[in-house]
């Protein structure tokens, strides 16, 4: 092996050829080199590198140093000092490399490579925060569209549709700049880096531009989306209270079955709300979101109904029993009492005018016919509430009531009206007194802070002295209206008792002015 061939290997591995041949033959490799410089080592085995505008070949440069031993070092020196600079520079990477022609630090295909692969990580970024946004606010305005049909809903909806459009447009130009550029070859071209490159930033900068978009679109959307998510968060809990409402009547249903009550009304109320139920069961996403709402409360209000007049019933049941013993015996005592509006009567026309008496004539008859009555349907609220007909039962009762108030009023009215008529015959002055003291305390009151009186106060006042002086002077003759004297001096009271309210009224209203 010649010099020239061990160079490489030297600048490579640490020794050289020369190193290897002790000094003591130092005279035989002299004359090996001198026997061999015409044959082993030809001019072009040593000739530089092909630059244009350089040809330096190995003849101009001494092969060997006749005469010593070290012809081969001197030759390398030699030949590094005579080749021009940007050669000599161009050449070292290929020395110290081990006769490769790759550039130390990649060189500048590398660095446009690097930039191209971060314009892509860049651009890559930048849509996948554009398609998380989209996703997001994709969830948003489906809440919207669940809850909210107005034309600010609809309108957000379209705008969100035109936006779609605009990110698919951003994304269908990364994806095509992505696709048309393999920055992973290993023979890529600069220039092809480059155009990589602004293709790819061009792209992240549409994606940015969209997503700004994007996030000032779904700030708008706030209160609309607060709205929607407001209710959305009732739906749930309103359908969970509707769906308990309906298994806390079941339950009560069943306990008052239990109880012997059979409830036929309650159930069928109960079977009613069965449709609705299935209709929350399908969801807001078939009948919407306010739809939903509605139907949950409406079942809640009617199932809470159910619930509560079925603990009740046990209650309701014996309550109508006591109602049946009380009213039935109220109509035997009513019966009793009847029979004494007879001799009522009969003092009455004895001693009075008929005046006096003739409206109460029919009451004894009225009397029986209404407590016949109600003693009927007594036996038909009692025939009600066995069959467990409870709003017949309450309905018939009630017209019991109505029936036994009025014989009662009549009855009682006959013996009041003797009472009032004894006292009245006994001392008129009594009820005259208490009249005149109603009307002068009204008069007085007209009077109070003022010269003259309202007209409007002062002229009932003056008609009811008229009057209670010519009911005093219709007991002076034969045979007095006793009961038409009575009948007068109450409406007097009255009279006086409207003036003063009024009056009252009035001032109070200006004093709070």
């Not at 020395?95 to 022609?101: K, P």
């Not at 739906?235 to 009550?261: C, F, I, K, M, Y």
Request: hydrophobic content about 45%.
């Amino acid at each position: 092996m010649t010099a020239t061939h061990a160079k490489p290997e030297a600048r490579a591995g640490g020794s050289s050829a020369v190193k290897d041949v002790p000094a003591s033959e130092g005279a035989a490799s002299d004359g090996l080199a001198s026997e061999g410089a015409a044959s082993d080592v030809p001019a072009t085995d040593v000739a530089a590198p092909d630059v244009p505008g350089t040809h330096v070949a190995a003849r101009d440069v001494p092969a060997r140093s006749e005469g010593n031993g070290r012809g081969s070092g001197v030759r390398d020196a030699l030949l590094m000092m005579v080749l021009p600079v940007p050669l000599l520079v161009a050449a070292l990477p290929a020395a110290f490399a081990g006769g490769g022609t790759r550039r130390w630090f990649g060189g500048r295909g590398e660095g446009q490579r690097a930039e191209a692969q971060a314009a892509k990580d860049a651009a890559a970024e930048a849509f996948y925060e554009l398609d998380t946004a989209q996703r997001d606010l994709q969830i948003s305005i489906e809440t919207i569209t669940a809850v909210d049909s107005s034309p600010a809903a609809r309108k957000a909806v379209d705008d969100f549709a035109a936006l779609g459009r605009r990110i698919d447009e951003a994304s269908h130009a990364y994806i095509t700049a992505v696709d048309a550029h393999d920055l992973d070859r290993h023979d890529l071209e600069p220039a092809v880096a480059s155009r990589a490159r602004t293709e790819l930033s061009a792209a992240k900068d549409e994606l940015v531009r969209v997503k700004g978009e994007l996030d000032r679109f779904a700030a708008g959307l706030g209160p609309l989306l607060g709205t929607a998510e407001t209710q959305l968060a009732r739906l749930a809990p309103a359908v969970e209270r509707a769906r308990q409402a309906l298994l806390a009547a079941s339950n009560a249903l069943d306990a008052v079955r239990a109880s012997g009550l059979r409830a036929d009304d309650l159930a069928a109320r109960l079977a009613a709300l069965a449709p609705e139920l299935t209709r929350l069961n399908q969801g807001a996403g078939r009948h919407g979101v306010p739809e939903t709402l509605q139907r949950a409360d409406q079942v809640l209000r009617d199932a809470e109904a159910v619930r509560a007049e079925a603990a009740q019933l046990p209650e309701r049941a014996s309550e109508i029993d006591k109602r049946l013993v009380t009213l039935r015996t109220r109509a035997q005592a009513l019966t009793t009492r009847s029979a004494s509006v007879e001799p009522v009567l009969s003092e009455l026309r004895r001693r009075f005018s008929a005046a006096c008496w003739q409206d109460l004539q029919p009451v004894p008859e009225q009397a029986a016919v209404n407590v016949r009555q109600a003693e009927e349907k007594l036996k038909e609220a009692a025939k009600a509430r066995d069959e467990q007909r409870w709003a017949d039962a309450t309905s018939r009762l009630s017209t019991v009531r109505a029936l036994l108030n009025a014989t009662d009023e009549a009855v009682s009215a006959a013996g009041d009206r003797l009472q009032r008529l004894d006292a009245v015959a006994k001392d008129p002055q009594q009820e005259i007194q208490r009249t005149r003291f109603a009307i002068r305390d009204a008069q007085r009151l007209a009077m109070a802070g003022r010269q003259t009186p309202e007209p409007r106060h002062a002229q009932p006042l003056d008609d009811a002295v008229a009057r209670l002086a010519q009911a005093v002077t219709a007991l002076e003759g034969r045979h007095p209206d006793y009961w038409h004297f009575l009948t007068v001096t109450e409406g007097l009271r009255r009279t006086a008792a409207r003036v003063v309210s009024e009056i009252r009224e009035e001032r109070g209203a200006g004093a709070g002015a």
